[in-house]
């Protein structure tokens, strides 16, 4: 029997939650998730999986993006890429943030060099009409690929994730990236009714999803916040803590960790945990004590290198994860990650002897 069918021999399926995997329960990834003991930290790494890979280029060539997470044998390639070659603590499932936009029939593609752009971007209330809920039969491909995944795991534990309803609203809102933020921000300001709608319709989609891949076997799962660092305290508070609690409230009784991560939040970390995560991602901004104090207790830790340090040299490499390994001595819970996602140019070996590095310093 595989390591990940059930004792009765079901397969998971749509509706109901898998039986849990004792070997993937009792790995060092999910013990720091629960902030319990650990044999080392563990590591993972945002992007691990995608053009930092020599291998993920070549299965990629000539098929696009959106295409390839639809795909689930090659989507259960590329995601266990980087599990083979580094030998990290978890795999994250390859897909990216607008996959269920896309499931759900808005007309985007992700473009290379530029990432995804909607056709028809969502300004009014009648736009958001075309925000329908998301249902397992949408992405079943999903729920396939997961199945195939988790068999083949065996004891590493599979991450699902989704697009926080803030940074999903920006792409959908902006119509493509932005680094103001300027159309999502004045419905957030201008049409407070509208923007809480458009929010809470994408908390559903958003909860749906990760709810099919936590149905589907993944042990744990990561909202992403990556743009919600260009919001104040209060308008975080009031604009986009909702939505993104009413998500981690639809999935909290899986039973799963969930982790919620955001790029220059350090002003909005003890509200990222309020919203009700189980783990709060950090990037390299704050250092992970500092963090543990915004954060309060009851709650671990992901991060929080700068992916840059790995264009600098083995030694610097170690020096400065030897850091982040300092500052988080005394956290109830660490795992160990970059700040945000492995940039597209860096060495692959630079990550495995990262690995290796943080294994070998933290072995108990
Ligand atoms: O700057 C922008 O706003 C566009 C960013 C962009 C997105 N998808 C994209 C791009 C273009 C690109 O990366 O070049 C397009 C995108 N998504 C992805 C890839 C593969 C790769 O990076 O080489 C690519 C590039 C594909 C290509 O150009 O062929 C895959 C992806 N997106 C994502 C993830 C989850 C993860 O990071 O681990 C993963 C899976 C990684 C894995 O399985 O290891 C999540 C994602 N996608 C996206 C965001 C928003 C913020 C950000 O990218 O930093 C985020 C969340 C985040 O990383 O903070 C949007």
Known sequence: MSANASPTGQTPTATSDPVKNDAVEDSAFLKACRREPVPHTPVWFMRQ???????YRKVREGIGMLDSCMRPELVTEITLQPVRRHHVDA??????????????????????????????????RAD?????????????YVTEAIGMLTRELGSTPLIGFAGAPFTLASYLVEGGPSRTYENAKAMMYGDPGLWADLLDRLADITAAFLEVQIRAGAAAVQLFDSWAGALAPSDYRRSVLPASAKVFRKVAGHGVPRIHFGVGTGELLGLMGEAGADVVGVD??????????RVGPGKALQGNLDPTVLFAGREAVETKAREVLDTAAGLEGHVFNLGHGVMPSTDPDALTRLVEYVHTQTAR
């Open 284 to 293: 390299w901004r704050v250092p992970l004590d500092e963090a543990a104090r």
């Open 91 to 124: 795999a994250i499932y390859f897909s990216d943030i607008v996959v269920p936009l896309k499931a759900i029939g808005i007309d985007l593609d992700i473009k290379p060099g530029v990432g995804p752009v909607v056709e028809q971007p969502v300004r009014t």
């Open 49 to 55: 999986a995608g053009r930092s890979l020599p291998e």
């Open 128 to 140: 958001l009409a075309r925000l329908r809920d998301l249902t397992p039969e949408d992405v079943s």
